[in-house]
């Protein structure tokens, strides 16, 4: 994950790229440049490895300046973080292009072009599209043909900003997987990866839809789709009172934090995954060697974080078929632990913070792991810091103390890892291509499942005098209904207690009585029978049962059985959508109850300490 800004216009623009990227460096940190056109129309190009300071440090000694420019702070996927591997990349001393993304087919363009006399000067993959723009800019009459006709040959996901000696009026972008925004200012106009980056100079975004290309020039934006034709795309203005630290028009932040699901998924799949297939290449450059090794999985997290990784260890041994332990970190870092050869170590947490999961990893460091993946919200978190691989989750700001949108986009993260893994063991592309499909079609399905708000609603109303409950799952929704209860319980202290359905009958049904309410998720999957098996033995005893469950599932409501229906869904995704009805009902109960939502008595957002 990269950053990118750029723009065009009648002032010097190397302060406005700097302070652009100080604002984007969450997305990348291990080297960061910017080219920028003098009046001369040559490009001064400035890099450097490390943070953003150690190139303001360099623009404050070359000054550079002119109107026209384009800068990046880096995140590496491909090749070790280097000057010669930072952004911009230039061929031939007029096009230089900043790139965020991957591109799948870059080995088999670099040795097209190596053989057409182009030489290489990095690593990257970024290095095989500013060449490839300037082999067509030889025989198209425009920049923005040239970068059309490279851009038609590159697979993967992509979002590009380039300038050209050659037309040094404008400024080139394009949007493929990638996010894109437009700045429009007065005689100025701005490209980033993110709208905060701007907001320096602007309040007005257009936001690039994918395929789209961009013509910036200080005269305004002309934007065509991906076969030419010209596309108005509205512009917005940005309201500055609203952000991650504004209720908005919601009651709580962790019911806005719950309807921000479907964008925040979005969000951590951008950029990750092709129309077919993961990029294993988001974890970094070490990211192939590393996996090629992995011949088993433990995985360490707390809370919420933990259910994720309970998820996870369904998902890693069917699809992948390598062992997965999965250990809470407090009680993992205090005994003695036996390390199988080819272990990947994941961490999984919210804040990156997390004191017991810190420790844990630290050591796991001595313990002859493999390598260590973290999969956290902060980038530039002391988890991500200490850990070999990240794979961050882009939930954005959480302020609601009980998670919820950290933990879906932790599901998606964990997924997509777990995809790369499975690759290795037989996963077959189809198979691939099918999960990729449906996790293209994720966040809609997420905002089905908000529209049942009203209904659950009211459900709640039945749990206002209400004291205990029982969540039931089987098999991944196991760990979904322990989500559950660990939400009602936080928010409404309603005391809440999750079993595997098959358990029952071993001991839970003794609490079983009309003042138990029983909750559980019915997908339409191959647990199924199983499960309503379960479920009448709860209606034997006079348990009242809330069933969330699949449409076709042929569930029932009657005198003791109330049934909230959910579109058939991919059964992989199965833990990630059931969990939203979940969230939704602990929410509103604890609305009825009184209680203070966002901020649950005895509780802290990220626990620093052991």
Known sequence: MCGIVGGIAAR???????????????????????????????????????????????????????????????????????EANAHPHMSKEHIAIVHNGIIENHDELREELTALGYEFTSQTDTEVVVHLIEHYSQSETTLLAAVRKAVARLDGAFALGVIDTNTPDRLIAARSGSPLVIGVGIDENFISSDQLALLQVTDRFMFLEEGDFAELTLEGVEVTDLAGNPVNREVTRFEHQFDATDKGEYRHYMLKEIFEQPDVVAATLTGRISKTQVLEQVLGTQAKEILDQVKAVQIIACGTSYHAGLVTQYWIEELAGIPCRVEVASEYRYRKVVVQPGTLFVTISQSGETADTLAALRMAKESGYLASLAICNVGTSTLVRESDLVMLTHAGPEIGVASTKAFTTQLVALLLVTLMLARRSGLTAEHEEQIVTALHALPKALEQVLELDTEIQKTSEDFAEKNHALFLGRGALYPVAMEGALKLKEISYIHAEAYPAGELKHGPLALVDREMPVITVAPNNEMLDKLKSNLHEVKARGGVLYVYADVEASVASDDNTRVTTLAPVERILEPIVYTIPLQLLSYHVAVLKGTDVDQPRNLAKSVTVE
């Open 12 to 82: 010097n623009i190397s302060g406005i790229l700097l302070e652009g990227l100080r604002r984007l460096e969450y997305r990348g940190y291990d080297s960061a440049g910017m080219a920028v056109m003098s009046s001369d129309n040559q490009i001064q190009r400035l890099r450097r490895q490390g943070k953003v300071q150690e190139l303001g440090d360099a623009v404050d000694a070359a000054k550079p300046k002119g109107g026209l420019g384009i800068a990046h702070t880096r995140w590496a996927t491909h090749g070790v973080p280097s």
